[in-house]
């Protein structure tokens, strides 16, 4: 039993929860203007697991007849049959269940868009079918986070930084971009829509580029929305410089270090943001 969950966790990357969690946190420290009480933050937790883990569920089912014709992902548990579609279903409706009993536990306000958010992260996994703008759709669902942290510590969306949102879409969308790059000419011929399948890899690398630095723009607005002080801003430059390493080591023509790239510095990326958040509200004066 403990290994087919071990599987099933691995088939979803669970330990990726680190790209969103800690902007939910962000949110939620904002919103409070330090660290909210203990059961928020424990149910903020179990909500960003819930949702992280029943989108990434349901992306490996929606998706398995492409990832078994994939060479790059006929490894994965699911078309390699490691495990079940039933266990597999039972895993996305288990966490979909905590997540909303999570929202029920904070406030009648995160209940009430909680459903959104759901259908939002679910509705992704379709979207390489018809549009090369799924980037930008799951880069849209992921701004959820920030913007669930906050109204699960304050009950309200009065004074919410928007920018926030803006920046973790375009930061989300960006390097989704970069990570579709793997599978350009397989989504190409299989029918999938992905920037980079319909323009390029090249072309694909220059729209990511243009969304970080918008991602970038947007994450210092916040800042000056929310008044924070140098704290932030060093983080900020090392968000900086983590989004230059990213282009800086993967290329169009040479995409060996992509998943360095994809999940070293994105990691980094959420937790130097939202470490240097809860530095500023600390020492603020």
Known sequence: MWKKIAILLEMIKFKHTVFAMPFALMGAFLAQRGAPNLSVFFWVILAMVGARTSAMGFNRIADLRFDAANPRTAGRALPAGEVTLLASWGMVLSASALFIFACYMLNPLTLKIAPAALTLTLFYSLTKRFTWFCHVVLGVALAFSPLGGWVAAAATLDGYPWVLSLGVLFWVAGFDCIYACLDADFDREAG??????????????????????????????????????????????????????????????????????????????????????????????
């Open 192 to 285: 999938l829509y992905s920037m980079p399948a319909i323009f390029g890899r090249r072309n694909g690398f220059r729209i990511a580029v243009f969304f970080h630095v918008l991602a970038f723009v947007l994450f210092t607005l916040t800042g000056l929305h929310q008044g924070l002080n140098l704290w932030y801003y060093a983080g900020l430059a090392v968000t900086g410089a983590a989004l230059f390493y990213q282009h800086l080591i993967v290329t169009p023509k040479d995409l060996s270090r992509i998943r360095q790239s994809f999940f070293s510095m994105n990691g980094l990326i959420a937790l130097t943001l939202f470490c240097a958040t809860w530095l500023a509200l600390a020492t603020a004066s």
